[in-house]
């Protein structure tokens, strides 16, 4: 039996800022309890610890080493709550910097991308290089300054870790964390599926997508990851679906439960987990399509799963779906304790084929972001969630609870063998399984991540 919940304990109700993480997440495996509190999606003294201890502190994903192809190409997001710019500098180095200019602060770089030899903030002139190097201190020797300031070094500063997975890039602003190769674990085999799709590599289709929903972020991380959704909340894009006619190249209809064959989910410790299904909406000849344009030396067990459809989710802000017919890569800004941004993408291999793209196009279009079919259907549930987050009165909820029972799981999963995941969590069911506890590693490591620098 579980505890009762004591929903007037939060510090959002007594009006302090006095919290205790621990008191957030009830995660009892032997009892077979997980449970996250309502504070955690609604009380902003816990977004300012998020926003400290957790983007501003460990690997966060920043963009694409293909965003940059030419020298002193740069592009622009923040860390948190600080702006940093991404730029290749003349001698074609990558490199990621505070963008604020040493003088007084200001943001250098206002725009988002774009392609410059100098950077000047347009407050006093100061210029810097594509590499972050300060070039000139507007009237420096009429300017008095002291006597060490000549000596000094008034550079754009850069963050304190900087790392190139294949070509995904990733920051920290903290230089306490592993090698970024460390912190990924696992989870790189499913990145590398992707990667290996792309010969010449991965780029985002044109188009730059930014949407807000009045809500927690963490509320996307979960439903990227949530099987148990989609039939109820997307129950109008799948009767769409069912009136069109079949396209080869199209994505047709979800796998019946019945033909669904095993679906599951991995998780890999540091908060990132997939949820895959081992059937994709994509047509026998849409993969035959697919699996000619693979790296030549890709082995058939890779061929085999990236033939799969895949959610990734690497913590805390990258998510990755792979349907086969289209791949979107979403990125999360939290803004708010109720406010999410979202950038999303349309990624796709180098050089792909025209009608092969055309289809990729049409049916990333057809899903993904606000002029989809699905992603205004989550918008809403997470604006619904969050409002009835505010019943602090009816105690805890019981979402995060399907799969934690172990009888009737299989006593080993031949997926996890076959890919000698031997460290991963995971689960393997049916559809109507819904599995849950895939959400619960994204939570270990967001307490420990909130409470390793401050134990409550």
């Known amino acids: 039996m ?9 510090a959002a109700m007594n009006g302090t800022t006095d919290i205790d993480i621990n008191d957030l997440l009830d995660d009892r495996p032997a009892e077979q309890v997980f449970r996250v509190h309502r504070d955690a999606y609604t009380d902003p003294h816990v977004f300012e610890r998020e926003q400290q201890d957790i983007f501003e502190s460990t690997w966060v994903f920043v963009g694409l080493a293909n965003q940059l192809p030419r020298p002193h190409d740069f592009f622009t997001v923040t860390l948190g709550r600080q702006p940093v710019i991404v730029s290749r500098n003349g001698d074609g180095e990558i490199r990621c910097l505070l963008n604020s200019c040493r003088h007084r602060g200001m943001v250098v770089c206002p725009q988002r991308s774009g392609n410059r030899k100098t950077h000047t903030c347009r407050y006093h002139g100061w210029v810097y290089g594509s590499g972050g190097e300060n070039m000139f201190v507007t009237d420096q020797a009429e300017g008095r300054y002291p006597a060490w300031f000549a000596k000094d070094n008034h550079d754009l500063v850069p963050v304190a870790r900087f790392g190139n997975y294949r070509g995904f890039l990733f920051a920290s602003l903290s230089p306490d964390v592993p090698p970024l190769e ?12 992707i990667l290996d799709q792309a010969p010449q590599g991965l780029e985002y289709v044109p188009g730059d997508i930014r949407y807000t929903f009045n809500a927690n972020w963490k509320l996307q991380i979960e439903n ?9 909340t997307h129950a109008s894009y799948v009767e769409l679906l069912a009136r069109r006619k079949p396209d080869a190249f199209a994505g047709g209809m979800p796998p019946s439960p019945a033909d669904a064959a095993e679906q599951g989910t991995f998780s890999f410790g540091r908060g990132h987990a997939v949820m895959w299904r081992g059937k994709s909406r994509a047509s026998p000849e849409l993969l035959a399509r697919r699996r000619a344009g693979y790296v030549a030396d890709i082995s058939e067990l890779r061929a085999k799963w990236a033939g799969s459809a895949r959610n990734v989710t690497i913590f805390p802000n990258l998510q990755i779906v792979d349907n086969v017919t289209s791949v979107m890569l979403r990125v999360l800004h939290p803004l708010a304790v109720d406010k999410t941004e979202m950038h999303t993408h349309c990624l796709a291999p180098v050089g792909e084929d025209a009608d092969l793209r055309a289809a990729r196009i049409r049916d990333y279009e057809d899903f993904f972001n606000p002029s989809g079919l699905a992603t205004p259907d989550d918008n809403v549930i997470y604006e619904h969630s969050q409002a009835g987050f505010k019943a602090m009165a009816a105690g805890w909820t019981a979402g995060h609870l399907r799969g934690i029972n172990p009888e009737g799981a299989p006593a080993a999963n031949k997926y996890a063998q076959e890919l000698g995941l031997t460290n991963a969590d995971w689960s393997l069911g049916s559809r109507a399984l819904g599995d849950e506890t895939c959400f619960h590693d994204a939570y270990r490591e967001w307490r420990r991540l909130l409470t390793q620098h401050r134990p409550g």
């Open 224 to 232: 990227s990851l949530d099987m148990y959704h989609f039939a109820s």
């Open 2 to 10: 579980t505890a009762p919940c004591t929903p007037d304990s939060s």
């Open 182 to 193: 460390t912190h990924l674990g696992d989870a790189r085999f499913f990145l590398d599926l």
